[in-house]
């Protein structure tokens, strides 16, 4: 298995406070990704990372910020938790961002905001 | 409509029996699919690529339809460890790094 780490694996939080979830990774690949699981939604992209301090937002990016100083960690931040991002958050990681390439996810993390 | 649409099931099938999921998606762009399989509350990992030309593993045989923008995923000889989400995944495509996920069919197979 791809080395990936996701922490916290559960929390619990109450709404407005900042929540912050880390990404790990031991592969040294360039690319790194956040995305949330909800049902009837799949999983959707928030942001990504193509490289130390380079991200770009994805779909559902509005509410959470990320970061990335160093090539193995990838952090993303809800600024102010609400309840619609109780969710199931991925990271997931790839070599390259170009067709064909696999991603390989993270464990999840399951975040309930009360 | 989604961008990418699954029949969200479950299917649920005895052992032994052929299943078969369709997955069409709507950006005729598109350049590149794979099905993911998620256990329950477990992360999806790559259970193969689909080709133009199909391909198959073992029990496992994945077409694409081009034209009519569907992929499908048939597992013949279903096993009770078959049990799963099948994520269809769509990528590729204009206007930059675009990657969907479908939702997923749910899949049961009992003994």
């Known amino acids: 298995d791809a080395g990936i780490t996701q922490s916290p694996r559960h929390k619990v939080t109450e709404t407005g406070t900042p929540v912050t979830l880390r990404c790990h990774q031991t592969?040294?690949?360039?690319?790194m990704y956040w995305y949330r699981q909800d049902p009837g939604h799949g999983l959707r992209l928030i942001h990504y990372?193509?490289?130390?301090?380079?991200?770009d937002k994805g779909e559902v990016s509005d509410g959470y910020s990320v970061s990335r100083s160093k090539t193995e960690d990838f952090l993303l931040t809800l600024e102010s938790a609400t309840s619609s991002q109780t969710s199931v958050y991925f990271c997931a990681i790839s070599e390259a961002m170009t067709v064909n390439t696999e991603a390989f996810f993270g464990q999840g993390t399951r975040l309930t905001v009360v | 409509r989604k961008e990418v649409e699954q029949d969200p099931g479950p299917f649920n099938v005895p052992e032994g029996a052929t299943v078969a999921f369709n997955c069409t998606y709507s950006n005729s762009a598109s350049q590149s699919f794979f099905w993911y399989r998620q256990d329950c509350r477990k992360e999806p990992k790559l259970l193969m690529s689909v080709y133009s030309s199909g391909n198959e593993d073992g029990r496992f045989t994945a077409q694409l339809n081009r034209a009519s923008q569907y992929i499908s995923l048939l597992i013949r000889d279903s096993k009770l460890s078959d049990s799963a989400t099948y994520l269809c995944v769509v990528s590729g495509g204009t206007g930059g790094f675009k990657t969907i996920f479908g939702a997923g069919t749910r899949l049961f197979v009992k003994a």
């Open positions: 592969e040294n690949h360039r690319y």
């Open positions: 990372s193509y490289g130390v301090k380079d991200t």
